[in-house]
């Protein structure tokens, strides 16, 4: 178990720099997503830590130590391939004891931790079969059991949920949890799916093209976007994320939408989007769970009128695609009153609303 | 994780002295190709290139004399080089096609399951185990010394490996696009003419230059159903020998060089497909 | 997802035969198809079987002055056969044969098994140094003799780079010759080898070669438990293959020493061939010949039902 | 014609054939042309113009004739098996075989070769002709015919014959070495024991020539028996036969041991690359003076002493060296000399051959005195002088050294045959097997000449019924039984 320290990461591929500068402070036992969209760099960063790739510039310290010059082998360094990477040609033990019999562990000792080990992922039934007979769903737990039995110092998790069907996809999210909090161990996991990364990491690291774009607790992330990406990234279903240019008129400051809408702005929100004086293009976010039909609940929240134009079913709730002049709003239909057609007013809480730069995406204000 | 210097250096070191072992005969060979007589063996000191550049020896084989030699001979490189090409071309042609046929029968209609097997067996035997029968064959047909009966003794033993080559490309081919053409009213003809074939087409060419090494290398067949027209490079090149100088280095290094190009351009222009046709086909890529 | 992601086959296998009855004038197509094929085989296996048993059990040689399908009149029950099973010079071919298979086979399997190692991965030059290696097998096996012929000459370059006087012959010294025989075949065949089992390497998943190294195994260990294992059908490929042609060797040997000195490097083939048409002993050679036929077909059959049993 | 003494007419052999021809192309009888397989160091000999200004034998047949003539060259070891490719396949592809006189019997017997003795009767050829032919009847004899009838052409004159370097022996430096360590005057030898004798000495000797090796023999597959059946030829007074009056081997008797011994031996003073020398290797080592001496084909002679036309010496060996009887061993005061006969270029007409009589008559032409002679002195190949006629010419002198004019006949006269009937394929190559064995030590010489034996007597069972008892017979009664005082 250990902790892992980024230090200013760049990675690059001849002319393409895949990771910049990245810098993530991982503690002891704590089980981190690196999360983003395909092709962000995500999968190099892990490999990286992993040994499998060298980084450029920067350096990866595992409890403040270097590991640069060990071989891969000497690394202790659990790994979870996206398609497992199962021995084939080996039974199931073998798979399992792979590890152990390559560090010459005494047979007793191999057998002892391998039957507990299988009993522990439920194969144990399969223990002499060939790997290559097992179904995806067993090889998934193989995998994690192969890496698991040599308690290496991190583990490391490449989408190890995106080859498995829904149902089971599910069941494992929270046998990953348990696990983790078994084995105790620092685990790091690549996904690109954010609510897999929200449901388990106790840290998210959000990466765009090889950038960190934001590191943090879950909540903290969802609550705290530090930047437009992050909060559009995060959050399901998506932020409303409408950009205009910042205008003053008669003393009220206005966002003006493209297309004509215009969100006057007042209180908290308002504040933010004045902070810079140097600001004129802004993008204004508010989650759909926050806007709210009605009288205003709060004196700075900020009403507006919007034609109802699809009224969409998503579990016990509907969610109203609200269109204001040519920008489209989303918001729960929490009381379940409204139908399509409807002119209705909405009010976006200024308090619950963020504001953010247009140009270089950065969060205005806040925290 | 790079490996370390050392290792690396190490290993370069192993690839370069492998290269070195490898080009080591070739470039004997080769340099002895341009190398006047006092020059054809070490007394005078070993010299790697030629002190005295000529081309006496390409002149000799294609002229049948050369400045300064004493010696003539009676038959240029000419006649065989053309029989080795004739012979080789037509046996390719001959082994191609019918096993292109075969193959395809085999993999999509199921004919004949045993085929590929039998057709392999015709690979395992030594030659001379057969030879007397087949020369005795090839008697009574007239086909001693012709180009059609070399061609056919060729294509006959080249079988395998195209029948094979051709019948892992087949297999490659999806067989929903000849399924597509079928339900649009194509005959199986026009599906195999029109529709697979063009699709096996690099896989046909990579068979063909294939079976044409195959049959440009052959030495053997040649010596013994051959005897003046249809003579072949490698046949001719080792009866190259004079009454007074003896083995004719020179000259026979010249016809190696000859003989040695194309099977080595071919070869490095189907590179990728090598394994398969050498492994029948056996190893998948 | 069964083995397919660890093959790293990406392609779907069609079943052989997919459109067995489907439709009559398919079948049709395909027996004109086969025809060709078909004929040629006929034609090359059922008249050499019968006239190499009809003269097998004769005494006649080109020499008797009477046509070979008369050769009943020098009828000699089975007389071939035994002179076969104790003609020393049939066994010494035999066995030399046997030990060029013995050395050089190997020889080129674990240079080829070496040198396929280094070209796992990628490194500068490696596409030059790739084709430069294969070039050997692609030359003609008769050059190949005569070039090894001009290396081993007593005024060739082998000595003079070795140091060695220009009397130290190698082709037509007793144990030199086989030596020079066999260094050339292994010349000439290392690069098959390497192609094949660097194909049959680079076909092992390289996740699964990483995870192995990252679960703690060397590369020494990972190469034993992983690699091989999984190149298993590629090795006996390989070396059935080279056995296979090894067996036949004829051009390297009869270019570079004629079998000699004496019968030093005379291989099965190389002997045969001097019985042929040194010799003309016809009847004898056709036995010889009938019985490596029959020999060879077991082995195969046997071989192959082995296989078969393995696979299912 | 290039010479008054090659100009032929009517009465003479040549102009019978040419008359001949022209008979035949008259009644529609003859091909246009006439393909020969031939040993491709011949070649020149018919190709090449010679003398100066003058024709080349091809090119004055054609312009008679009008029959073109197309050569395909072999090598020599391995020109009979093309030849009997030829025959087995039927391929009929060569009207004439050329290939080493041993063979006639092989190829007889399996039908290979047209008999000829109608047409010998009906053109009359000079090959025995006094005076121009061959040196005795029966000489004539074992050259053109077999079994009694004419099968062959005889187009050269493979008598082993000795030469030394006369330079070297006569040097006072060598002979003073000599007598310190042998305590004998170094002359050319008469017996196998004083070859044997001086090869030891000179071996490993430098008299400014680098290191040398005192047997020049040839010793290697195939060529090297000549060697061996040489000396074997001279173990008993006045012969020793290769095979009994029964047809039994003679290879491990008493003396066909001690022969094979003193073969075997003679090796240790060989060039070490010996076991691969054709006859041109080993001429080389003569040239360069890397050995003493050799009982070898004449032609060494022809392309290694003298000068080029341009005035540079031919070799090394340019005036140095000289030719002396065949050496044989001492029996009371008398000498048996003996050499062999062995290879020698013979033609035969392909029984395949659509025009024999029209094959024979340029085969006639070729071999008859006038034009072999012509043919003989021509240094473009390897036909050697046997005809009376040849020794006469001076061009052949010119091309031979004036000093073999003398040695060649003489030596032919003291000529045993090397065997030379059906089976004979077979039982030179078993001798030769067991004799490279041996040489090369794998054997004892007792295991293998044991072994010899034994396959001989197999062949000759086996040949038996193809008269191969009858054959040897005849053979021995062609023996020489001159001899020379001591």
Redesign the interface.
Request: charge should be neutral; aromatic fraction near 14%.
């Given at each position: 178990m250990s902790s892992i320290q980024i230090r200013n990461v760049t990675k690059r591929f001849g002319e393409f720099t895949a990771v910049r500068d990245l810098s993530i402070d991982i503690e002891e036992g704590e089980f981190v997503a690196l999360l983003g969209p395909s092709g962000c760099g995500k999968t190099t960063t892990m490999n990286m830590i992993a040994g499998l790739e060298d980084p450029t510039e920067g350096q990866i310290l595992f409890d403040g130590q270097d590991l640069s010059g060990l071989r891969i082998q000497d690394r202790n360094i659990g790994f979870v391939f996206q398609n497992y990477a199962i021995f084939t040609h080996l039974s199931v033990y073998r798979n399992l004891s792979y590890g152990l019999e390559v560090k010459k562990v005494p047979k007793p000792e191999i057998e002892r931790r391998v039957q507990a080990m299988a009993e522990r992922m439920s194969i144990s039934h399969r223990l002499d079969q060939p790997a290559s007979s097992l179904s995806v769903n067993e090889m998934q737990k193989l995998a994690i059991g192969r890496s698991a039995i040599v308690e290496p110092r991190i583990f490391l998790l490449d989408e190890p949920l995106s080859n498995l069907d829904a149902g089971f996809r599910a069941y494992m999210r929270a046998e990953l949890k348990v696990l983790q909090h078994e084995f105790g161990q620092t685990m790091i996991y690549v996904t690109h799916d954010q609510i897999e990364a929200m449901s388990l990491a106790d840290k998210i690291a959000i990466i765009d093209r090889g950038r960190l774009m934001q590191y943090g607790a879950p909540l903290d992330i969802y609550n705290d976007p530090q930047n437009r990406f992050v909060a559009n990234f995060v959050g399901s279903p998506r932020m409303n994320l409408v950009d205009g240019e910042l205008r003053e008129e008669r003393g009220t400051l206005k966002l003006m939408l493209h297309g004509g809408a215009e969100i006057p702005l007042s209180g908290k929100v308002r504040v933010d989007f004045t902070c810079d004086g140097s600001v004129h293009g802004g993008s204004f976010g508010v989650r759909p769970q926050d806007i709210y039909f009605g009288e205003k609940r709060g004196g700075d929240d900020i009403t507006m009128t919007g034609k109802v134009e699809v009224l969409e079913r998503v579990g016990p709730k509907r969610l109203a695609y609200l269109q204001v002049q040519d920008t489209l709003f989303v918001a729960f239909d929490d009381l379940d009153r409204l139908r399509v057609g409807d002119e209705v007013p909405f009010c976006l809480p200024s308090d619950k609303s963020l504001a953010f730069d247009i140009d270089t995406g950065r969060r205005l204000g806040g925290a | 994780m790079k490996p370390s210097p050392g290792a690396l250096a190490l290993k370069y070191l192993f690839i370069l002295l492998a290269c070195a072992v490898v080009l080591y005969p070739l470039l004997w060979m080769v340099t002895m190709a341009f190398k006047p007589y006092p020059e054809w063996t070490t007394v005078a000191g070993l010299t790697w290139l030629p002190q005295d550049p000529t081309w006496q020896n390409f002149e000799f084989i294609f002229r049948g004399h050369a400045e300064g030699l004493v010696v003539s001979l009676d038959r240029t490189i000419t006649g065989p080089l053309i029989a080795s090409l004739v012979t080789s071309i037509c046996g390719t042609a001959l082994a191609v096609v019918s096993g292109t046929l075969a193959s395809y029968a085999v993999v999509r209609f199921g004919l004949a399951q045993s085929l590929p097997l039998s057709v392999l067996q015709l690979r395992l035997f030594p030659p001379l185990a057969v030879m007397i029968p087949v020369m005795v064959m090839w008697a009574f047909i007239g086909a001693v010394d012709t180009w059609w009966g070399l061609s056919l003794i060729y294509g006959i033993v080249t079988l395998p490996f195209a029948f094979w080559l051709m019948k892992t490309f087949f297999e490659e081919v999806p067989v929903e696009i000849e399924d597509a053409a079928r339900v649009s009213g194509c005959s199986y003809w026009r599906v195999f003419y029109r529709i697979t074939l063009p699709i096996v087409k690099p896989g046909l060419a990579t068979c063909a230059l294939f079976v044409f090494i195959l049959n440009w290398s052959d030495y053997l067949l040649a010596l013994m159903l051959t005897q003046k027209e249809w003579v072949t490079l490698p046949v001719y090149m080792a009866t190259l020998t004079s009454a007074m100088g003896g083995q004719m280095y020179g000259m026979k290094a010249a016809l190696g060089v000859i003989a040695a190009i194309p099977p080595v351009v071919f070869g490095l222009m189907i590179q990728k497909h090598l394994v398969r046709g050498l492994t029948f086909g056996a190893l998948k890529q | 997802?069964?083995?397919q992601?660890?093959t790293g086959?990406t392609?779907?296998?069609?079943p052989?035969?997919?459109?067995?009855g489907?439709?009559r004038?398919?079948?049709k197509?395909?027996?004109?198809?086969?025809l060709?094929?078909?004929l040629?085989?006929l034609?090359?296996v059922i008249?050499?079987?019968f006239?190499?048993l009809y003269?097998s059990v004769t005494?006649w040689t080109?020499?008797?002055?009477i046509p070979?399908y008369s050769a009943w009149e020098v009828f000699s029950w089975f007389d071939n056969y035994l002179t076969l099973a104790t003609d020393p010079?049939l066994w010494g071919a035999l066995w030399r044969t046997a030990l060029i298979m013995i050395v050089a086979v190997p020889a080129q399997f674990f240079l080829g098994m070496?040198?396929a190692y280094?070209f796992i991965d990628q490194?500068p030059g490696r596409k030059l140094?790739?084709?430069?290696?294969?070039?050997?097998?692609?030359?003609?096996?008769?050059?190949?003799g005569?070039?090894?012929f001009?290396?081993f000459?007593?005024?060739?370059?082998v000595?003079?780079?070795l140091g060695l006087p220009?009397?130290?012959?190698w082709?037509?010294?007793?144990n030199r010759a086989m030596i020079s025989v066999i260094i050339a075949d292994i010349?000439q065949w290392t690069?098959?080898m390497f192609?094949?089992l660097l194909?049959?390497m680079l076909g092992v998943?390289s996740?699964?070669l990483?995870?192995?190294?990252?679960?703690?195994?060397?590369?020494w260990?990972?190469f034993v438990?992983?690699i091989l294992?999984?190149m298993k059908?590629?090795i006996i490929?390989?070396l059935v293959?080279r056995t296979?042609e090894c067996?036949?060797i004829?051009?390297l040997i009869?270019?570079m020493t004629?079998g000699?000195?004496?019968?030093?490097t005379e291989t099965?083939?190389v002997f045969?061939?001097?019985q042929?048409?040194?010799?003309?002993?016809?009847s004898y050679?056709?036995a010889?010949?009938?019985t490596?036929?029959i020999v060879?077909?077991v082995i195969?059959a046997k071989g192959?039902a082995y296989m078969a049993r393995k696979q299912g | 014609m290039p010479a008054e003494r090659f100009q032929y007419n009517n009465t003479m052999s040549e102009g019978r054939a040419i008359e001949g021809i022209k008979a035949l192309q008259a009644a529609g009888n003859a091909p246009a042309k006439i393909s020969m397989l031939l040993t491709d160091g011949a070649i020149g000999q018919i190709t090449n113009p010679f003398p100066e200004g003058a024709p080349s034998a091809k090119e004055v047949w054609e312009r008679e004739t009008g029959i073109e003539i197309d050569i395909i060259g072999a090598p020599a070891e391995d020109i009979f098996k093309k030849v009997m490719q030829d025959v087995t396949t039927g391929g009929g592809t060569f009207d004439i075989y050329t290939g080493p006189w041993n063979s006639t019997g092989d190829l007889v017997s399996s039908g290979g070769a047209v008999n000829c003795s109608d047409f010998v009767a009906k053109y009359q050829p000079d090959w025995g002709a006094p005076e121009r032919g061959t040196t005795t009847p029966e000489n004539e004899k074992l050259l053109y015919t077999y079994a009694g009838d004419y099968y062959s052409f005889s187009l050269d004159g493979d008598y082993q014959t000795w030469f030394y370097l006369k330079g070297l022996y006569e040097d006072p430096r060598v002979q003073e070495a000599f007598l310190t360590e042998t305590g004998a005057e170094l002359k050319t030898p008469d017996t196998w024991e004083e070859v044997d004798r001086i090869s030891k000495f000179f071996t490993g000797k430098d008299f400014g020539n680098g290191p040398m090796y005192g047997n020049g023999n040839l010793m290697s597959p195939f060529w090297g028996l000549a060697t061996f059946y040489a000396r074997f030829a001279s173990m008993d007074f006045p012969n020793f036969f290769f095979f009994n009056e029964d047809g039994s081997p003679n290879l491990n008797s008493e003396l066909g041991l001690q022969c094979a011994e003193e073969h075997v031996r003679s090796f240790e003073w060989s060039p070490p690359d010996a076991l691969t020398f054709t006859w041109a290797e080993a001429y080389a080592t003569m040239w360069n003076l890397q050995i003493p001496h050799t009982a070898i084909y004449t032609n060494l002679v022809k392309f290694g002493d003298g000068f080029n036309p341009d005035g540079t010496p031919k070799s090394k060996a340019t005036g140095m060296i000289g030719s002396h009887l065949p050496v044989g061993r001492r029996f009371g005061d008398q000498i048996n000399r003996r050499s062999v006969l062995y290879y020698s270029i013979t033609a035969w007409i392909s029984s395949q051959s659509k025009h024999p009589e029209a094959v024979y008559l340029f085969l006639q032409w070729l071999s008859s005195t006038r034009t072999y002679t012509w043919m003989a002195g021509n240094p473009g190949g390897y036909f050697d002088p046997f005809q009376q006629a040849n020794f006469k010419e001076p061009l052949v002198a010119q091309s031979y050294q004036p000093y073999s004019m003398e040695t060649i006949p003489a030596t032919i006269a003291r000529s045993v045959p090397s065997i030379n009937f059906a089976g004979q394929t077979a039982l030179d190559n078993a001798l030769d097997e067991e004799l490279q064995a041996a040489i090369t030590g794998q054997k004892s010489v007792r295991d293998a000449m044991d072994a010899a034996q034994g396959k001989w007597e197999k062949i000759i069972k086996r040949q038996a019924r193809n008269g191969i008892v009858e054959a040897i017979q005849a053979s021995r009664a062609t023996w020489p039984t001159l001899v020379d005082p001591a």
């Open positions: - | - | 997802m069964t083995d992601a660890h086959a392609r779907t296998i069609r052989q035969g997919y459109w067995v489907v439709a004038d398919g079948q197509m395909g027996f004109w198809f086969i060709p094929t078909f040629l085989l034609f090359i008249f050499p079987f006239m190499q003269l005494w080109p020499l008797e002055g070979w010079r070496a040198l280094l490194f140094f790739y084709s430069i290696l294969l070039t050997p097998m692609m030359i003609v096996p008769a050059v190949v005569l070039m090894f001009l290396l000459q007593g005024t060739g370059p000595n003079a780079h220009a009397d130290f012959s082709l037509t010294d007793v010349w690069p098959l192609l094949i194909a049959g998943p996740d699964q990483l995870a192995a190294r990252l679960l703690g195994g060397s590369n260990q990972n438990k992983i294992p999984r059908t590629v490929i390989a293959l296979v067996f036949k004829f051009d009869y270019i004629k000699g000195p004496g019968v030093q099965i083939s045969l061939y001097k042929t048409f040194g010799d003309l002993e016809w050679v056709a010889i010949g009938l490596i036929l060879l077909s195969a192959l | -």
